[in-house]
């Protein structure tokens, strides 16, 4: 190889667009942002529904002493429960996370169901609350809609 081609090849691999370039992390800005946005959305659909299921209005961090790492408080136990159940779930029998239309899930299967009810009217029903959860947060309306979750168990 002479001298000429070794320039010339090295000046067009410089010139070279890179992988990694502003609209690449824009692009990738946004799928975060929208990610953390509905991770925000959820946990806000979980604060009205707790907040529904025991009539309070609290903060996720009421009663938390903030100068202890492990202060919880009744509402973060809960979130925790959901999230704990979900993985589980999704370790037994992924099925088990998915949410279903009333007339498609043999519900004598499951120990525990949650149902959601818009306008009282059930519309979902699922083996894990946290996907409701995660669903009526990627409704567009879900601030405004009257909805709630109920839960049903199988009585042994």
């Not at 509402?75 to 099925?95: G, T």
């Not at 059930?122 to 979750?149: F, G, V």
């Amino acid at each position: 190889m002479d001298k000429d081609s070794i320039i010339e090849t090295t000046t067009k691999k410089d010139s070279e667009e890179p992988i990694y370039n502003e609209s690449t992390k824009d692009e990738l800005d946004n799928k975060e942002n929208s990610e953390m946005e509905k991770y925000v959305n959820m946990i806000n659909v979980f604060i009205m529904y707790y907040q529904q299921l025991y009539k309070k209005k609290e903060s996720m961090f009421e009663n938390v002493d903030m100068k202890n790492d492990i202060s919880t408080n009744r509402q973060m136990e809960l979130l925790y429960e959901y999230v704990k159940e979900y993985n589980d779930n999704q370790k037994m029998n992924p099925e088990l996370a998915d949410i279903y239309d009333i007339d498609d899930i043999n519900q004598d299967e499951y120990e525990i169901l949650y149902l959601l009810l818009i306008n009282d009217t059930i519309t979902k029903i699922s083996p894990c609350m946290l996907s409701l959860l995660y669903y009526i947060s990627d409704m567009e309306n879900w601030q405004t809609i009257n909805w709630k979750i109920t839960t049903i168990t199988k009585n042994t």
